[in-house]
Nanobody, 127 residues
């Protein structure tokens, strides 16, 4: 059984930083395309960042325009973790953030193509 558990959410002031973690079990993050999504109150869930499955050509990453230059997705295969480092946070970044895994190659930006989801962690950015 595959499980994804997020942690690291909380309350942070605008301009601050926070790192989210996603612990995977039942499947290695190195063999999965991984993604971070968020859902703000009253809005649809949207992709924030994605990283490809490990391949001979190396990792590829994707970032939504709203977070480019501020967020970084990374992976630690040795401990089966995926991270989302978030800097220069704004109140617009307030949302429930969740990680997802897909049993496929490449960068996956479509929610429908992800096979496993975590429960999410709340992040609140105060102004």
């Amino acid at each position: 059984q595959v499980q994804l558990v997020e942690s690291g959410g909380g309350l942070v002031q605008a301009g601050g930083s926070l790192r989210l973690s996603c612990a995977a079990s039942g499947r290695t993050v190195s063999s999965s395309a991984m993604g971070w999504f968020r859902q703000a109150p009253g809005k649809e869930r949207e992709i924030v960042a994605a990283i490809s499955r490990v391949s001979w050509s190396g990792d590829s990453t994707y970032y939504a325009d709203s977070v480019k230059g501020r967020f970084t997705i990374s992976r630690d295969n040795s401990i089966n973790m995926v991270y989302l480092q978030r800097n220069i946070l704004t109140p617009e970044d307030t949302a429930v953030y969740c990680c997802a895994a897909a049993r496929t190659f490449g960068i996956i930006t479509s929610q429908r193509r992800y096979d496993y989801w975590g429960q999410g962690t709340q992040v609140t950015v105060s102004s």
